[in-house]
């Protein structure tokens, strides 16, 4: 790249060495937080906040627990004054609440700043001037007694018309542009201010040091921190403070080690709003710290609702990234994480853990008001065995038999791969269902009888080649004898290999679900059955296995691969999906779309994106409080009368019945 030998370090090292900071490994207590979103983060908004949205963000912070708010730059403008004024004057500031304000070190602004301020139960006046080489050569054109100057008489306007004031005043300085200037002759600057304001233990000062352009890396920061820890003037009497921004991407390191060097409180806005690449983020500090076990009390365990209305007052989008609050940094597509991340819930589970160990979790996401089914393993190309098993085992309670787990993972990462879709729970239960449940059968085993004579006989009605008639077959148990009836009446050969069984833990309880494989030529077929009656689900497991054998599959028609595929194209554009797309789509006339769409499926296009939109229906209306008739539209559905006959037909009940269903 062109142009670097344009660049050199523009910080400064104190004067000695200062690392005391670098032996400790974490921080034990939060720092006091002082949010300055409505000033910071607010001035480097392309649209500033209107006074309403003001007041609602001021009640956000509220609630998260913020007890020191920088609330403005009241000389700025008619909104800034305004909106302190009504907070003032409409008692909308809790007793336990410090509001703090900014000024520039100019007279006039100091006195418009106390106009506003006026009647504060309390409140931080917080005067600032610009200390660096650049700003005073460039700026203000004035040497280091001039530039401290303009800081000490701000000071000495602070404290007197503090004195005049009605209201409970403490005072805070920030030599701005800390990290371009020396280091000690930030310090003079500060303690010169420290010796105009004399605070007390009762009525400290605050010292803040502003990142304002971050330009070192975190350790140099520390550095800084602590020789200022070291050489503050009444060092006991003072907080010291921290503004950090993160133009190097480091705001939230030059925080924590700045805490670690003798910081005691941090400036900071949500989700790192402010000017350029913004302050640093308070969520990710405090939940740095949650994740470590310290209390960091602040509360960000509705954390979409804070995303929702920060995005809304600020016009501003929290990243997909955003450490903690991002929508998908809980979320694993890969295998191998989801693998992990199912064996360590289980492993929570069984051993009843206290503390939070799963890999790939930072945090419990429930902890921040995520949930696990939706957020936290999502299947698509890249996931694997393990997330496809945990999504039908947590939204369906599908237990796979561990042989069986590997099959399903590459049949449901395949579709994804071709759709180039994420598939969410349903659609991969409808892909479940499609291959494991209900495919396509060549035979169906419509009744079976049994009596107990020299082990089990079996009688079976079995639907076949367009006629039904009654075999017979014997076994050591009942599914053993209608499998040996089934290979007597096909003339194969076969295994029953694997039997597996449980309750359905989701949705009827009352019903089992059983799984079949068998062996045939080396080859594993596998079959599920779900019924209240566990033996008639086990014979329609083996059944399904059973359709599957090639031998079978080729004495008649069945799903094919064409057919799965356009059933899947429904599935993913089922809102809007018409026999003309996929007509383009897989380059075949209507009328023979539509005729091969029946002989294969037995169901005609309609039939088929009526189910598929049904069973959408019906997971918004247990999943959400959405209306019927925002669900009817989201399905496809324009008119919600129209919607609400096809539903009744289908299931009996309409949806509001169904939704009320236990
Ligand atoms: C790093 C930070 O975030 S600092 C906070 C920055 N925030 C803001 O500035 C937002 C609000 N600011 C404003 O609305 C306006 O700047 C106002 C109303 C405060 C002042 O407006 P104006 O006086 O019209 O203009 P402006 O801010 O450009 O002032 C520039 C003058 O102030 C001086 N100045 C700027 N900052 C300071 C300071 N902290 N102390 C003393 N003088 C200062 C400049 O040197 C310049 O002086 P000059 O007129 O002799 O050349
Ligand atoms: C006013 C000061 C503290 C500031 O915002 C900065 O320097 O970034
Ligand atoms: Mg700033």
Redesign the pocket.
Known sequence: MKNYQKYERTYFMPPEECYDWARKDHIDAPPAWCSVDL??GN?ALIEPMSLDEKIEFFQLLLDVGFKEIEVG?P???ETEYQFLRTLIEQNMIPDDVTIQV?T???EH?IRRTFEAVKGAPHAVIH????TSVAQREQ??KKNKEEIKK?AVD?AKLLKKLAKETEGNFTFQYSP??FQGTEVDYALEVCNAVLEVWKPTKENKAIINL?T?VENAMPHVFASQVEYFDRHLYNRENVILSLHPHNDRGSGVSDAELGILAGADRIEGTLFGNG?RTGNVDIITLAMNMFSQGVDPKLDFSNMSDICETYERLTRMKVSPRQPYAGELVFTAFSGSHQDAIAKGMSWREEKECDIWTVPYLPIDPKDVGRRYDSDVIRINSQSGKGGVNYILKQSFGISLPEKMKEEVGYLVKDVSDKAHKELDPDWVYHIFEDHYINPKSVFTVDECHYKQEDGIVAEATIHHAGSSRTITGVGNGRLDAVSNAIKHYFDISYELAFYEEHSLTKGSSSKAVAYVGVICNKKKYWGVGIDADIIKASVEALVVAVNKIEEIKNSDTCKDERLLEITNYIYANYKDVTLDDLSEKFFLSKPYLSKYIKEKSGMTFGDILKTVRMKKARAMLKSSNTTVESIAESVGYQNVEHFNRIFKKMYNMTPVQFRNKK
Do not use: W
């Open positions: 000033r910071d001035q730059f000389a700025a403008s900014l520039q070190a100019r602004i005067v600032y001037n610009s700026v203000f303009i701000g701005e542009s502003p304002t000017e």
